[in-house]
């Protein structure tokens, strides 16, 4: 066989960079949300930077994933931001909340993505309004079936540099079952009953998005959990935490705090 053109070579040497690379960084081939047509969305924030998406669950709760706790200065606690399309623009309802307490769920941990949920409490009610609502969260313990359509949203990186985006991203990905994601070429029965998996073939969610909701038919199924940091490799789908397994726990936090 002869020899590759120097034009041939360095095509060849591009395309195997392109394709063999992990397309880390970027919720791929997702686009800029409708403005203000999520009025759910929080941006955890540390010294005005974005951190961790979340989302409104009650007047004075945003629901996030434990391992954002991870992502930010030890002694300094979140601010959230809520009502924003935009995170750098003046808006007329964005308004940007301090948080009284912090509570991750007990089992929680840096070494698996168990139990990855943390409740905020906000330091005052908000102001619910046009942009600024609650999503409602799923009570049926029920799995979403396999081949539904969902979405989800975030500030998260967009690409290989690590820009963030300043306006709300979304992607549409469809759920695939346990038992798929279970499968040795993904996750290698890591996924429990308490988590589900969304496809991640060119579309995913990325860092940055960790924490936001995965909504199906217009309900909070799931939350985004740590998975979605190898994001874009078909060979590792979507992981999020299933909120209905820790109802329970989400109503005796918000009902026992002051």
């Not at 397309?23 to 999520?38: D, F, S, T, V």
């Not at 929680?108 to 409602?136: F, G």
């Amino acid at each position: 066989m002869g020899q590759l053109s120097p034009f041939l070579a360095l095509v060849v040497l591009l395309g195997i960079s392109v394709c063999g690379g992990h397309p880390r960084g970027r919720i791929l081939r997702g686009y800029e949300a409708p403005p203000h047509q999520k009025p759910y969305m929080a941006s955890l924030q540390v010294d005005g930077v974005h951190v961790c998406g979340g989302f409104l669950i009650a007047k004075q709760w945003v629901l996030s994933a434990a391992h954002c706790l991870e992502d930010k200065a030890e002694h300094k606690p979140f601010q959230v931001l809520l009502g924003a399309h935009s995170l750098s623009q003046p808006e007329p309802h964005k308004h940007l909340y301090r948080v009284r307490a912090e509570i991750s769920h007990p089992g929680s941990s840096t070494e698996t993505y168990n139990d990855d949920l943390l409740l905020l409490q906000l330091e005052e009610n908000v102001l619910l309004n046009e942009h600024v609502r609650i999503l409602p969260i799923q009570r049926q313990d029920r799995d979403v079936p396999a081949g539904t359509e969902c979405e989800v949203a975030g500030w998260g990186k967009m690409n290989l540099n690590g820009r963030l985006p300043d306006t709300l991203q979304q992607v549409e990905r469809p759920v695939i079952s346990r038992e798929i994601c279970n499968e040795r070429r993904h996750h290698d029965n890591t996924i429990t009953e308490k988590m589900m998996c969304t496809d991640s073939f060119k579309k995913d969610t990325c860092q940055g998005d960790s924490g936001g909701p995965l909504v199906c038919n217009g309900i909070a199924e799931g939350v985004v959990a740590a998975g979605s940091r190898v994001c874009g490799n078909y060979k590792k789908p979507g992981i999020y935490t299933r909120i209905t397994p820790y109802i329970e726990w989400i109503d005796r936090v918000m009902a026992s705090a002051n």
